[in-house]
């Protein structure tokens, strides 16, 4: 066992020795081996982490939303559904709740407007998202005044500004009380944007959603559960379609690797031979020959998720910015969250490493195969 | 004892440029002193080394070492034999350009995995006796030819073969560098080891440590085989 | 259909697996038609060197199944979100009638794989190479199964229909439902563990009779694959509730994620190794009636013998762990 991690050290020892002897030979490769995974590492961590935000942003909200649809249309739905709902079983609270959306032409973007469930700002007082309170230069004690429905001027005073674990949750969020929230968007009371249930037993959810559709003809219930559901398949399908972009690269990339691994000179078919005449055996080249391809691997792999990693969590994706750019004026400082995940790493592994191994294994061996008397020749 | 027997070798078999490099050798060598194997260029001297240094199969015929059969063997075995019984010292040194005279000398040793500072003591004891300590550091290419040849020696002698094959040793050295290097072989006898020297050099065969001298022609022995 | 990069990897990943198998089996067709071990021709050379060849490609080849085995659950885990009453693999697999049986096929191209690599392993010990074609009949048996694998792996992910509504480890793996799973699961915990423990001390009589007295070989290869499969019932039947410390939850892929200090990947690796290397032993020691083998593969089978028993132990030491050292107290319930 000892004598196996020996020799393993010893072929290690001088594969790395063989390319530091021949650096330019295997800068190129490295280089373009690492922008594969840093390509490759950063979509996935991207669309990852919109992934996770979205479930963070999800993960607060109610496990059913129950919409008023007139002629296939959102309306507001008056309090009186609330009443047919709680009395269905397995319903444990509902809840109205009142949202809205309000274009701001000084800064050309969409603003949430939201009245909270509880703690909800007094009157003439809001709580802002950072990223607005960035973009309108606000600090806390300003006032911000936008045009109500019926055209007067609204002013309130920052009392706060939101806290959250996703800048993507509160970014553009106007926290307001009931009052100044109808009063602004002229909505009568007893009337709602929708009503939110949850339930009491998470697996009965289908059930209440079935019943409520029957008590409520004239509303759609919206589960949780599907909205996860189609954002999961979403972003997976996009990061699918990039990746399939990407697969020529790929393709050019483990041509390239075989190019490299086949094309050796005459300096290092000399050099094989010698060492197979001074008593290195066939399997020895091969596995030092695959060291030199674990070290480029491990190596190119290493720098290019380092480089993703800061790219798209300390840089903002800055490459990605132009895609960004079109989702929304109020988001350009996205700072995810930093994580790492195992079976990221493992498909992107299934991405990089294999085709390259695969690329080079026919070539290896050829090299390692090289006549023992050639040197004497 | 090393025991040719019918000893022959192809290159291309089967092809139309076909050619026999070795036409039925049979010869056997006493496991002491120093023999050399003479005879013109093209004559299948260095054929013929390589097939007793287990560097290459006889394509028929039969090989013993010591009444073992080393011939048949498939490369992973040959090697195996190889590196256990064969030091080898090529006509162009054939060292590795950039590694040091030291790396080159433990190099032959790296795939029986023995412990690293030992292998260092051995390779430095190596190069003390050949007179090449100073030089330990120095990158192989910067060697001179004799220093070459000498940390060629060391090499081969790393894994402590009990047979040294020197193919053409001295066509790269001036006649004062080939002495020197004689001398070293000469020492190498007095060790107990066996040195099988090809060349066409009659400052080798004639040389006065030679205890036999086997002349080739065209593939096949020029007189008796045996000795 | 869903494209996502971990379908693209896994089946891409197939798909070169497939590749790499296939010229390994052209090359081994070569090798068997013109082997001629006591030629000295360079064509006889030039298979020799083949061999090398084949068994780096066979190498990375299992290595890669392996990899993709462990991703192929962990998709699975990732892309339960998207079926209705899918929580983890479980529902996954259950989502498409070709679920299971690919779980299946991969976990058969890794034993057979490892197997290979043994025989392959043993036969080079010999000058003669007296296994190259009982090795190389193997290996296009293995072809086969690797082609299968990787079809069905693709007829898995391109069938999934997200719309439809799957059952989960919870309905599945219940001691109330119907099926297999269920049977297992329902299994009376004491008499699974029991069970499991048994077939260890079985597993070790078995074991210890051949580094010894060199005997049993099949025997033991025969108790390693019943320890093998008792362990995966124990497993589902009462490890897994003691590692979750839930008292209704028997699911074996949640095992993956759940726990501390990865136990679930320490389980399954001691297991699979130790089974695949049972496995090996029950084909080696046959081989010691191959004369320029014997001595070879006599020691190779007793050594085998020697580390598999020591994964299996591991195994159990790890599933005593997760047993003892769990909150979960069914005193009481079950005894
Ligand atoms: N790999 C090979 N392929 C084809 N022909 C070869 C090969 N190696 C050697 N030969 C031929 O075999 C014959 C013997 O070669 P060999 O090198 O053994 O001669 P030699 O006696 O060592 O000659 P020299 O004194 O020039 O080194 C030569 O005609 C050579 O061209
Ligand atoms: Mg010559």
């Given at each position: 066992m000892t004598a196996f991690v020996r020799r393993q050290r010893y072929l290690l020892e001088y594969s790395l020795s063989a390319m530091a002897r021949r650096p330019g030979k295997h800068l190129a490769l490295l280089l373009v081996y690492t922008l594969i995974v840093f390509l490759l590492a950063s979509v996935m961590l991207f669309t990852h982490s919109l992934q996770r935000e979205t479930r963070l942003v999800l993960a607060g909200s109610p496990e059913l939303i129950v919409q008023r649809l007139v002629a296939g249309r959102h309306e507001l739905i008056p309090a009186g559904h609330l009443e047919r709902i709680a009395g269905i079983r397995g319903v444990r609270a509902a809840k109205g709740r009142?949202?809205?959306y309000f274009y701001d032409p000084a800064v050309r973007a969409n603003y949430t407007l939201l009245v909270p469930p509880d703690d909800a700002p007094a009157a003439g007082e809001i709580q802002i998202g950072a990223a607005l309170a960035r973009i309108r230069g606000l600090a806390l004690g300003d006032y911000l005044s936008l045009r109500g429905a019926s055209g007067e001027p609204f002013a309130w005073r920052v009392a706060g500004l939101i806290e959250s674990d996703s800048e993507l949750v509160s970014a553009d969020l106007v926290l307001m009380g009931e009052a100044d929230f109808r009063r602004f968007f002229a909505i009568a009371p007893g009337l709602y944007t929708d009503l939110v249930l949850s339930v009491r037993n998470p697996r009965e959810v289908l059930t209440v959603?079935?019943?409520?559709?029957?008590?409520?003809?004239?509303?759609?219930?919206?589960l949780r559960e599907e909205i996860l559901r189609t954002y999961d398949a979403v972003f997976g399908w996009r990061q699918g379609v990039v990746f399939v972009l990407l697969v020529g690269a790929i393709l050019a990339f483990a041509i390239f690797a075989w190019d490299r691994a086949s094309g050796l000179s005459g300096e290092e078919r000399r050099e094989i031979g010698i060492l197979k005449a001074i008593g290195w055996e066939t399997a020895d080249v091969l596995r030092m020959k695959l060291w030199e391809g674990a070290v480029l691997s491990l190596t190119a792999f290493l720098l290019g998720y380092l480089l993703a990693y800061l790219h798209v969590f300390y840089a903002s994706?800055?490459?990605?910015?132009p895609v960004l750019k079109g989702w929304a004026v109020l988001y350009p400082a996205f700072n995810p969250v930093p994580f790492v995940d195992g079976l990221q790493v493992a498909t992107l592994f299934f991405f990089t490493v294999f085709p390259y191994t695969a690329a080079t294994l026919v070539p290896i061996w050829s090299a390692a195969i090289t006549d023992p008397d050639s040197v004497m020749r | 004892m090393i025991e040719l027997d019918d000893v022959r070798k192809a290159f291309n078999q089967g092809r139309p440029n076909e050619l026999w490099a070795v036409r039925g050798v049979s010869l056997n060598l006493p496991l002491k002193g120093l023999h050399v194997l003479k005879g013109p260029s093209g004559s299948g001297k260095t054929t013929l080394l390589a097939m007793i240094g287990c560097l290459s199969r006889p394509t028929a015929g039969r090989i013993r070492l010591d009444g073992r059969l080393i011939s048949n063997l498939p490369e992973r075995f040959m090697t195996e034999v190889r590196r256990a019984t064969f030091g080898f010292v090529f006509q162009q040194f054939n060292l590795i350009r950039g590694l040091s005279v030291l790396d080159n000398v433990m190099l032959p040793a790296y795939p029986l995995a023995p412990d690293a500072g030992e292998l260092r003591r051995r390779a430095l004891a190596l190069l003390g006796r050949f007179g090449i300590a100073a030089r330990a550091a120095h990158k192989a290419e910067w060697l001179s030819g004799g220093e070459a040849q000498r940390a060629a020696v060391c090499r081969a002698m790393i894994n402590d073969p009990r047979i040294l094959i020197a193919d053409e040793p001295t066509a790269n050295l001036d006649s004062q560098r080939s002495q020197e290097l004689l001398a070293v072989l000469g020492e190498l006898v007095a060790m107990g080891k066996t040195v099988l020297v090809s060349s066409h050099d009659p400052l080798v065969f004639e040389s006065a440590g030679v205890s036999h001298v086997v002349e080739l022609h065209d593939g096949r022995l020029l007189g008796g085989g045996s000795c | 259909m869903?494209?996502?990069?971990?379908?693209?990897a896994l089946n891409g990943g197939a798909m070169l697996v497939s590749l790499l198998m296939l010229m390994a089996a052209g090359q081994a067709v070569q090798v068997l038609r013109h082997w001629d071990i006591k030629s000295g021709s360079e064509r006889q050379?030039?298979?020799?060197?083949?061999?090398?060849?084949?068994?780096?490609?066979?190498?990375?080849?299992?290595?890669?199944?392996?990899?993709?085995l462990l991703l192929f659950l962990h998709t699975a885990e990732s892309m339960s979100s998207q079926f209705v009453g899918a929580m983890c693999a479980t529902g996954v697999l259950n989502a498409h009638a070709l679920g299971w049986p690919v779980l299946g096929l991969k976990i058969a191209v890794f034993f057979a794989g490892a197997v290979w690599l043994l025989v392959n392993q043993l036969d080079n010990k010999s000058p003669v190479y007296p296994l190259v074609r009982l090795k190389y009949a193997l290996l296009l048996a293995l072809l086969p199964l690797v082609l299968v694998q990787a079809l069905a792996q693709l007829g898995f992910f391109l069938g999934l229909n997200p719309d439809l509504i799957t059952s989960c480890c919870g309905s599945l793996f219940t001691a109330e439902g119907e099926g297999v799973a269920a049977e297992v699961a329902g299994i009376d915990p004491m008499l699974s563990l029991a069970l499991m423990y048994g077939s260890g001390v079985a597993l070790l009589a078995a074991g210890m009779r051949y580094p010894w007295e060199g005997r049993c070989g099949i025997v033991y290869a025969l108790a390693g694959m019943l320890a093998f499969a008792l362990a995966l019932v124990a497993i589902v039947s009462a490890v897994a509730l003691y590692v979750y410390e839930h008292p209704h939850h028997h699911c074996p892929f949640c095992l993956l994620k759940a726990g501390r200090g990865f136990i679930g990947y320490w389980l399954y690796l001691s297991l699979f190794a130790g089974a695949a290397l049972a496995l090996g032993v029950g084909v080696i020691s046959p081989l010691r009636r191959v004369a320029s083998i014997s001595a070879v593969a006599d020691?190779?089978?007793?050594?085998?013998?020697?580390?598999s028993l020591g994964l299996f132990a591991l195994f159990y030491l790890i599933a005593t762990f997760a047993v003892v050292g769990s909150n979960l107290t069914m005193e009481g319930v079950w005894w």
């Open positions: 009142l949202w809205g959603a079935e019943k409520v559709s029957l008590a409520l003809p004239d509303s759609r219930p919206i994706a800055a490459l990605f910015e | - | 869903l494209i996502s990069p971990a379908f693209l050379l030039a298979l020799e060197r083949r061999t090398y060849l084949i068994a780096t490609l066979v190498t990375w080849s299992v290595a890669a199944e392996l990899v993709a020691a190779q089978a007793r050594r085998l013998t020697t580390v």
